[in-house]
C-alpha cells in the first residue's frame, strides 16, 4: 500500500528558530528509506519565495500569481511516498522523518483503483 | 431468553475480531456476525442452544461471508489483495486446537481506538464492535440522531479500511503509547454513562475493561481503570437517580462488595512499578469509598495523590480538585486560595464544577452573596439537567 508522506515545515519566521534537524539528519532518513525497500518516489522543494500559483478561470482565463493563495502557518517542504503494509507502519516511517520534529507529516494513503 | 441475551453480548465481539482476522474487512465482518447471531435467533429457541455456541455462531458466519464473496466478485478480489497485504504485515496465528476460537477482541480493542481515528469515532466504534450495540443504541448513549451516528461510523470505517488501519496488537516498545487511547475510550464510555444517566453503559465499561484484562493481565493501568469504575459504580444506589454530592450520600447504600473489589484491584495497579493515572484516581477513589463519613476522609492522604497525579499528568482540573481536597485538610480559605489562583485558566472558565466548587468554599467562609452569584455562574455552565438540579438546591438550601 503506498502512502504520501507530507512534510510540513513550520514557517520560518517564527520566533526565527533554526530548524534541530542538520543535512545529515536529512541524508541519514533518506538512506534508511532507500535501503528498507520501500522507497517510492521523494523530492524535497525548493524555496516558498519560488512558488508560483495558476488557476483557470470558467471562462478559460489564467491567473498566475506569485507564491501560494492562502497564508499558511505551515509550509510544504518536500514529500516521499513510500510502500508499506499499513498505515502504523507509514506512520512509523512519518514519526522517524526528520521533518516530524521541525514540523509536522500529513500521512495520505494513495488512492488505489 | 435471557442466556441466549448473555451469549450473544459475549459471542459478538469474539465472533467479529476472529471474522475480521480471517476475511480482512470489519464491513463484511459486521454483516455476517450480524446475520449469524439472527440466524441463532431462528433456529436455538426451537431447537435448543448448541453445546458450543460460539462455534456454531462462527460456522455459520464463515459459511455467509463465503456466500456473500461468490456472489461478489469485486469485493472477493478486493479481500484477496488485503489478504496478501496482511500476509506481508505479519504471520497469522494458528487456529487453537480443539477448535475453539482464539480470542482476537485484543486486536479489535487496538483497531477500534486507533490513534488515526478521531476520539469519538474511537468511542463509538468500540461501542459497536466490542459492546455489540446497534447504530441506534450507539447513537443513544451520544444522545444524537440515529442517522448522524450511522455516518459517524461509516466514515471511520472507511477510514480503517482505505488508509489501511490494520488489526494487530502493537509490539510492546508501541503499548506505552497505544494502550491509554484504548482505555480512554473505554472510560469515556463510562463518563458518559454517567453524565447521561445511563447505568447500561458505565456497565458495559466495566464488561469490556474486564475482557481487556483478561487479554492483557501484565499492564497495570487496565487494574487501575477497572478499579477505577467500580469504585465509583459502587455509589450509583446512594446517588439516588440524580447527583449527590459525595458529602451527601448515605454510604450504607454503597455497593460494598464492589468496593472490595475495586480496593483489591487499586493494590494491584499500584504494585510493582511507578503508578499510571488510573491507578492513582483508583486510589482516590478508594479512599472516599472506604471512610465512615465525609469529614473523616483521610484528606492528607488524598491530597498526596493529588499531587502524584499531577505530576503524571498535569491538569487545571486536577488542580481544581487537589484544591477541594486541601479546603478539606487545612479549611475552606487555604482552598479558596488555590482556586483563585487558577481563574485565568482558560480550560477552566467554562468549566462548572470550577464555578460551583468556588461557591461551596465561599458559602462556607460565611461570604454568602458572593457564594450565591457563583452558584448562578455555575448554574448558567452546567451542560446536562442533573447538573443543573445539583445547583439548584446548592443554591436553594444554603
Known amino acids: 500500500m503506498k502512502y504520501l508522506l507530507l512534510i510540513n515545515a513550520d514557517a520560518v519566521d517564527e520566533a526565527g528558530k533554526p530548524p534541530a534537524c542538520t543535512p545529515a539528519d536529512w541524508m541519514a532518513y533518506d538512506k534508511e528509506v532507500k535501503e528498507a525497500g520501500i522507497f517510492v518516489s521523494g523530492e524535497s522543494l525548493a524555496d516558498l519565495v519560488t512558488a508560483t500559483t495558476v488557476r483557470v478561470g470558467a471562462d478559460g482565463k489564467r491567473t498566475v500569481t506569485d507564491g501560494p493563495f492562502a497564508e499558511t502557518r505551515e509550509i510544504l517542504g518536500g514529500f516521499y511516498v513510500i510502500d508499506v503494509p499499513d498505515l502504523d507502519a507509514a506512520l512509523d516511517w512519518a514519526a522517524r522523518c526528520p521533518g516530524a520534529i521541525d514540523g509536522s507529516i500529513t500521512v495520505r494513503p494513495v488512492a488505489d483503483f | 431468553m435471557e442466556s441466549v441475551e448473555a451469549v450473544f453480548r459475549e459471542e459478538h465481539g469474539r465472533l467479529l475480531a476472529a471474522l475480521v482476522r480471517r476475511f480482512g474487512d470489519l464491513d463484511l465482518a459486521e454483516e455476517v456476525t450480524s446475520e449469524a447471531i439472527e440466524a441463532a435467533l431462528t433456529h436455538w429457541p426451537a431447537s435448543g442452544v448448541p453445546p458450543k455456541p460460539g462455534a456454531w455462531l462462527m460456522t455459520t458466519a464463515r459459511r455467509k461471508a463465503v456466500d456473500r464473496l461468490r456472489r461478489d466478485r469485486v469485493l472477493a478480489t478486493r479481500l484477496a489483495v488485503l489478504q496478501v497485504e496482511a500476509d506481508r504485515a505479519g504471520p497469522v496465528p494458528p ?7 482464539p480470542d482476537e477482541r485484543l486486536q479489535l480493542f487496538f483497531t477500534c481506538a486507533h490513534p488515526a481515528l478521531a476520539a469519538e469515532d474511537r468511542i463509538a466504534l468500540t461501542l459497536r464492535c466490542l459492546g455489540g450495540l446497534t447504530t441506534p443504541e450507539v447513537a443513544r448513549a451520544f444522545l444524537v440522531p440515529a442517522e448522524t451516528m450511522a455516518k459517524r461510523i461509516t466514515r471511520a470505517k472507511k477510514k480503517i479500511r482505505e488508509a489501511r488501519i490494520p488489526f494487530r496488537v502493537p509490539g510492546a516498545d508501541e503499548l506505552p503509547e497505544r494502550l491509554p487511547v484504548v482505555l480512554q475510550a473505554i472510560y469515556s464510555i463510562f463518563t458518559e454513562g454517567y453524565a447521561a444517566q445511563r447505568p447500561d453503559l458505565a456497565e458495559e465499561a466495566i464488561r469490556l475493561t474486564r475482557i481487556l484484562y483478561r487479554l492483557l493481565p501484565g499492564e497495570r493501568e487496565i487494574p487501575g481503570l477497572l478499579a477505577l469504575m467500580l469504585l465509583v459504580h459502587a455509589r450509583r444506589d446512594a446517588r439516588e437517580g440524580g447527583l449527590l454530592l459525595l458529602a451527601e450520600q448515605d454510604r450504607s447504600r454503597w455497593d460494598r462488595r464492589m468496593i472490595e473489589e475495586g480496593s483489591g484491584l487499586v493494590v494491584v495497579a499500584l504494585t510493582g512499578g511507578p503508578p499510571g493515572p488510573y491507578g492513582v484516581q483508583a486510589a482516590i477513589a478508594a479512599l472516599h469509598d472506604e471512610a465512615p463519613d465525609f ?9 498526596a495523590l493529588y499531587d ?8 487545571p482540573v486536577v488542580e481544581l480538585n487537589r484544591a477541594a481536597a486541601v479546603a478539606m ?17 482558560p480550560l477552566l472558565r467554562g468549566h462548572h464544577p470550577y464555578a460551583a466548587a468556588r461557591a461551596d468554599l465561599l458559602d462556607r467562609l460565611g461570604r454568602r452573596d458572593e457564594a450565591a452569584a457563583a452558584y448562578r455562574q455555575a448554574l448558567e455552565l452546567a451542560g446536562t439537567e442533573p447538573e443543573r438540579a445539583l445547583l439548584r438546591r446548592r443554591l436553594g438550601t444554603r
Not at chain 2, 480559605?333 to 485558566?345: F, I, N, T
Request: charged share 20%; no cysteine; glycine share 12%.
Open chain 2, 295 to 303: 469529614a473523616s476522609t483521610d484528606w492528607p492522604q488524598i491530597v
Open chain 2, 308 to 315: 502524584v497525579l499531577l505530576a503524571l499528568t498535569p491538569s
Open chain 2, 95 to 101: 487456529v487453537e486446537p480443539g477448535g475453539e476460537l
Open chain 2, 329 to 345: 485538610r487545612d479549611g475552606p480559605q487555604a482552598g479558596l486560595d488555590l482556586l483563585d489562583r487558577l481563574a485565568g485558566e
